[in-house]
């Protein structure tokens, strides 16, 4: 049997979300998957992979466009083969506490492409981060990086097991 190939593709205004995405694909590396990590932006065509890993950062309630226009422009090809989503985006503890659902935008197309599962993990705004919005937030003390990254690497050791079973 063939190594598996896995696209973790990602849509990310700010790095936090590229971020998860290399971390995810670090891992299913570690456990022999032969993984690639691309922006979802530069995703034309997703026939050379057995699986996908799309994740996209939140913004207002709303999931990165990168992210949603790879899954539309794929649609046909992702409906054919395994396919998680994640989410990034709240900048407290929690997507650490409790099972936060997708935006009902990500829920729609999980559904048309018959996505196995969703997870939300929390995302980062730090003094690194651009824009009016990020600086306002941490002039209120509501910044931080809220990445948990032992969360993002037993989730995709939890889809390595999927594809190796």
């Known amino acids: 049997m063939s ?3 896995v696209l973790v593709a990602y849509g990310s205004e700010h790095g936090a979300t590229a971020g998860i995405a290399a971390e995810i694909g670090e891992s299913l590396r570690e456990d022999g998957l032969d993984a ?3 922006p979802a932006g530069d995703v034309d065509d997703v026939r050379g992979y057995d699986a996908v890993v799309l994740g996209g950062s939140l913004y207002a309630g709303h ?10 422009r794929n649609a046909e090809d992702l409906r054919h083969r ?12 929690s997507a650490d ?8 935008a990500v ?7 018959g996505a196995r599962e969703h997870v939300t993990f929390g ?3 730090t003094a ?12 209120e003390g509501k910044g931080g990086d809220f990445r948990n990254p032992e969360r993002i690497h037993a989730w995709a050791h939890h889809i390595s097991k999927e594809l190796t079973a």
Do not use: Y
């Open 3 to 5: 190594t598996k190939r």
């Open 36 to 38: 690639v990590v691309i």
């Open 63 to 72: 999931w990165n466009s990168k992210a949603s226009h790879c899954a539309k």
């Open 82 to 93: 395994p396919v998680w989503f994640f989410s990034s985006g709240p900048v407290d503890t």
């Open 97 to 104: 506490e409790e099972d936060i659902p997708p935006v009902p």
């Open 107 to 113: 829920a729609r197309q999980m559904q048309i492409l």
């Open 123 to 125: 995302g980062s705004i």
């Open 128 to 139: 690194n981060t651009p824009g009016l919005i990020s600086k306002a937030l941490l002039h």
